[in-house]
């Protein structure tokens, strides 16, 4: 049986169908009004369709979005800051159109269950994944199944300790400044230096600053979920050297007082949101 | 059928026999070495089984501890300050002894657990429990089960802002110095004004820099665990106007981007530690 997916996400939505890597077909769809793209959504899965059944789609969705089952505006994006989506009903729209059993999460869930399943978290059941690009996500599996509560985290949110008078920036976030988010994301490194992440050059000091906030990060994490493995990906990590300073750092922080988690780099590397889509599908089945 | 239940503190073990907060019997119980502490423990639960069975017996106890069911070293002390305690193997001793059932976790796990059952959080699966006493520490319910990783959570050694211009105070963790304990402790507290946190006369300025630290943990744990509700005691809670203050700057740093969880107090006070014990001797018999 197939299973369809989506990856909704600020710049693009990748639309797929399979079972799992090892035959995925995607298409990416730019990401415009909501309604423009959600009706391109809709025609990519119309398409599949007329090839055949999907036992049901998956989304993984940037956000903050409502996940409450209980709540009237379940399935929408709540508080984005991208202009024309706060509201947008994404799970409702697509699954009125198409006719299918939905399963709905953010984007870093989805990963998070795509590098459980197939990546670089297979079997372990306690795990963090942690994304660093345009803006820093993560998802947690607790018990083998993503971590919610009234919603789902927002751990790019975190404060963190920010030295002003070592790094005077003050942050990126509309909401909060300098969160972890505002400091370390990618949109902040380029903002503070003018220069796109990927073109910052390696042994840029720059880079002593995005390690050492991804540590004091990733220690809070450690500290609140005591994860058995952290895997941390994203645009920013492709830095080649940046993966053993956070290692080093991390260590530093946490100081014996708790087991350092192992830190890794996905397995999946782009193709963990849309693959996680599916897993989101394949599991909503596996649960009825 | 009786359960027993057994807080381990650094300061005391509380010792007791029931089924919940209605016909709870407890004895309370100096903590000196572990063997002689322990012995104490022990004597008593003898005394009870002689007036009839127990089921089973839960452990919440101080730590770090070793919750990892592979580990050798599953249910012993692990890195705590505590002299004499590092390595102790409190669950196995006891439950050698007394040849039960044995149930173990941390004492803010337990606390939890009896909020939910009994407390200010039943109905609610997913909430998040914290205690400011001599120390900081936290427990989560994550779909009604307490939170475990790899180990369990440490949340009180998040690292936070520290603004040492305003607040110069080094901290006093000896793991990480300024963590969240390190500033915002009763000892932290203690010694930063040089009086006990139930001396520090209402209105000084040290209640605002509590509230803004423990607000900011707040804020880092919402981000991570989007709890349903935040029940927040321990000695330092006492403090009658803090609960209000923390609200206020908790609403403040989240401002609008997620939802600003309930903060309350805990209901069921200094008992929720040794009933939590008794939730947890409860539940492993359910599960079984």
Request: aromatic share 6%; hydrophobic share 40%; glycine share 14%.
């Amino acid at each position: 049986m197939r299973y369809g997916g989506v990856e909704a996400g600020g710049a693009k939505f990748v639309c797929a169908v399979g079972t799992g890597p090892q035959d995925l077909i995607r298409a990416s769809i730019a990401t415009t009004s909501p309604s423009e793209t959600l009706e391109q959504v809709i025609e990519f899965f119309r398409g599949v369709l007329k090839n055949g059944p999907l036992a049901a789609l998956g989304v993984g969705s940037f956000g903050p979005i409502d996940l409450d089952p209980d709540s009237p505006t379940f399935g929408h994006i709540t508080s984005t800051p991208k202009p024309g989506w706060v509201g947008v009903d994404v799970c409702g729209e697509i699954r009125r159109a198409l006719e299918l059993p939905v399963a709905f999460d953010t984007d870093v869930n989805a990963a998070a269950l795509a590098e459980y399943r197939w990546g670089a978290a297979q079997g372990l059941e306690n795990f963090l994944y942690v994304t660093v690009g345009t803006g820093i996500g993560g998802g947690a599996l607790v018990r083998g199944t993503p971590l919610h509560g009234r919603s789902h985290p927002e751990m790019g949110h975190m404060r963190i300790p920010h030295d002003r008078a070592e790094d005077p920036f003050p942050g990126t976030c509309p909401f909060h400044g300098d969160c972890l988010e505002g400091l370390a994301s990618g949109f902040a490194i380029e903002r503070r230096w003018g220069v796109q992440a990927e073109s910052l050059p390696v042994g840029h000091p720059g880079w002593r600053l995005e390690a050492e906030y991804l540590a004091l990060g990733l220690a809070n994490l450690a500290a609140v979920l005591s994860p058995r493995r952290i895997v941390i990906g994203g645009g920013v990590m492709h830095n080649s050297e940046l993966l053993a300073q956070i290692r080093e750092r991390l260590n530093q922080y946490l100081n014996g007082y708790i087991h350092t988690p192992g830190i890794v780099a996905p397995l999946l590397g782009d193709d963990a949101g849309v693959l996680g889509a599916i897993a989101l599908a394949q599991r909503k089945i596996e649960a009825s």
